[in-house]
């Protein structure tokens, strides 16, 4: 940790708590502003490269050849071990449950997937980058779900454009509504399976558009980023594994990087922050209290502005236990919205295919994204089976060596066979929107503490009828649209799922008009604490059914620049 100056009778100008995805950039926006900020991490520190230590290596490199035990997976890592990316290789970057434990009520089950170093799930995420619409921030106001947005599309508009330059984005311009353009670097490209099945059911269904999926992958880098050491993607699809190349968006390949270089910047990781200091006289907070997770030492660090950015319900958990005197159900909470209207996107619903022909292509590399269907339910078709909508992820493959993994063989003769390419697959997964209602919430355990003396959150959520209805379409859909593929052996799947599991939780801190119907103002400012922001997943007063990364990063671009405008002005 860096030893720096303090400014004025504080510790820093500003504090940030959590390094990932959000905390990266409002990070980087003040340092490079020219403030000494603080940023705490409760996960461990890790260099980017240096400490990517599974980066390259082939399965017969680890002792489980990529696998988890039964036995380990089920004892330490209970929710994150059903992550899509959770394997030996990226185990290091997953929080272990058993040392972290949360509670669940009302019989309900939530499957909170956390990472467990600096960073953050910005190393862990699949990347898919979107903006939200219009149609978006309008929903909640046309239908009565949810509060208003107290801002448009207009509003963020220029600071997609920020932060896609600054993260890199590749993707094609389709002149979607529901699905505004990005400022892209060149797309990937489809391979020939996925060309034909995009012309079949664009032609049996006018209002779906198949397109390449938008990713934070540089395919062209501009000078800044090969500035900060950052290269175009390399296609290895090993990026949970941490890439040192650079080649895809992390706070740790990106942002905090540019933070350091300023000098502005002190990270503080194995730093749990327990509480938001509230002082009733200023009506400001004025720091945050943490607990360092390796001596166990309880320390304040004061500052002129906090932002939380801990995640949707890391930053539940701290704000709800900021008590005082003036507010004893946690800073700035008047009970209406904190903790309250935690959403997550719905999925587990799709179908798969198998695909006749195509024996002389195949395709290079390992893409680092897939297809996108963007929204056309109650957008191009309308439907009264249930209110929003959703997308859908998918592409085609060809089987590999790997289909032959568990086979039965040996000899000459299997080795030969294995190194034949198999047939193609085609899968579709959709993502739809979750409606924002009040009894989905978190809470703080009155009786059950972790190791370090924070009461244990709880957290009572689960999907409702509409969400259900949308998924029973994705899988009705996803047929039809393999169908129109002419593909064959299509066969419908509906896993059981539940909130968490998406990876895209989002509310209990959420955006709105008054401290009746919400917790922040439209700038991400506490409406009742003027110094104290939050711009993570938490301020999201809806999820739309896009991938939400992209629209934090917007969202905390924004509001430390009006953050700064204010400590100029003299008003914070």
Known sequence: ??????????????????????????????????????????????EHGADYKTEGKGPWELPGRGNVSKQEALQDYEHVRLCYAFDEFTKRHFIKDRDHPFTVKDGKRFDWIRSSS???????????????????????KLDGHGCDWPIRYDDLKDWYSYVERFAGISGAAEGLPQLPDSDFQ?????????????????????????????????????????????????????????????????????????????????????????????????????GVRMVDMVSGDRVFISARVVFVCASTLGTAHILLNSRSTAFP????????????????????????????GYEDHYYSGRRPTSLYIPRFRNVTEQTDKFIRGYGFQGEATRASWNSAIGAKGVGKEFKNKIQLQ?????????????????????????????????????????????????????????????????????????????????????????????????????????????????????????TACQNPSLTFMALSARAAAYADEQLKSGVL
């Open 1 to 46: 940790m860096k030893t720096v100056q303090k400014p004025g009778n504080y510790d820093f100008d500003v504090i940030v708590v959590g390094s990932g995805m959000s905390g990266g950039w409002v990070a980087k926006e003040m340092c490079e502003r020219g403030y000494k900020t603080a940023v705490l991490d409760r996960g461990e520190a890790l």
């Open 186 to 286: 060149k797309p990937f490209e489809m391979n020939q399976v996925e060309k034909d099945a995009k012309a079949s059911i664009e032609t049996a269904f006018p209002g779906r558009k198949v397109i390449m999926g938008r990713c934070a992958h540089l395919t062209e880098p501009t000078e800044e980023q090969l500035d900060l050491g950052r290269g175009p993607c390399q296609a290895r699809n090993e990026c949970q594994r941490g890439c040192s190349w650079g080649g895809y968006f992390s706070s740790l390949s990106a942002t905090l990087p540019a933070a350091d270089r300023t000098g502005n910047m002190t990270l503080i990781p194995n730093a749990q922050v327990q509480e938001v200091v509230y002082d009733e006289a200023t009506r400001r907070a004025t």
């Open 422 to 542: 198999g047939p193609w697959r085609f899968w579709l997964t959709g993502f739809g929107e979750m409606l924002p209602r009040h009894e989905n919430h978190v809470s703080l355990s009155a009786t059950e503490t972790d190791a370090w003396g924070m009461p244990l959150l709880e957290i009572s959520c689960a999907y409702g009828d509409n969400e259900n209805r949308i998924k029973d379409d994705m899988q009705q859909t996803a047929i039809e649209l393999l169908q129109a593929a002419g593909f064959r052996d299509i066969q419908g799947f509906r896993r059981e799922s539940y909130p968490g599991i998406a990876i895209h939780e989002m509310g209990t801190a959420r955006m709105g008009h008054s401290p009746e119907d919400s917790y922040l103002n439209g700038k991400n400012q506490c409406h009742l604490v003027d110094n104290l922001f939050v711009t993570d997943g938490a301020a999201m007063t809806s």
């Open 118 to 140: 600096v960073g953050g799930k910005s190393l862990l995420w699949h990347r898919h980058s979107y903006r939200l619409s219009e149609m978006d921030f309008m929903a909640n």
């Open 329 to 356: 159900n946690g800073i700035g909470n008047t009970g209406h919205a904190l903790g309250h209207y935690l959403m997550d996107h719905v999925s587990g619903a799709g179908a798969t295919a198998m695909i006749d």
